[in-house]
Nanobody, 120 residues
Framework: QVQLVESGGGLVQAGESLRLSCAAS????????MGWYRQAPEKQRELVAT???????TYADSVKGRFTISRDNAKNTVYLQMNALRPEDTAVYYC??????????????WGKGTLVTVSS
């Protein structure tokens, strides 16, 4: 099994910044793509940003130019730097990782989520 532990959420005012972190641990041979998704109240979960093990990036249009995803492969950790936050960014943010276990079986994992609240 693999655990994803997120941190860094909180309450901020519009225009401020937050940095989310997500560390993967457990039965890991290799962490493949990692990403962040979010779910606002009464809305479906949506992609925010992803990064492959080789560093290829994907962003939702709504966060381009404001959010930056990065990762530390040595620490199996992914980060999301969120700048110029807006009230519409308020959501629970979930970490996602594709993991190859030591027996070379692959699985997809989700963190429990961290709440980001942006006040106007």
């Amino acid at each position: 099994q693999v655990q994803l532990v997120e941190s860094g959420g909180g309450l901020v005012q519009a225009g401020e910044s937050l940095r989310l972190s997500c560390a993967a641990s457990g039965n890991i041979f290799r962490v493949n793509a990692m990403g962040w998704y979010r779910q606002a109240p009464e809305k479906q979960r949506e992609l925010v940003a992803t990064i492959t093990s080789g560093g290829r990036l994907t962003y939702a249009d709504s966060v381009k130019g404001r959010f930056t995803i990065s990762r530390d492969n040595a620490k199996n950790t992914v980060y999301l730097q969120m700048n110029a936050l807006r009230p519409e960014d308020t959501a629970v943010y979930y970490c996602n990782a594709g993991v190859t276990h030591r027996d070379y079986v692959g699985m997809d994992y989700w963190g429990k989520g961290t709440l980001v609240t942006v006040s106007s």
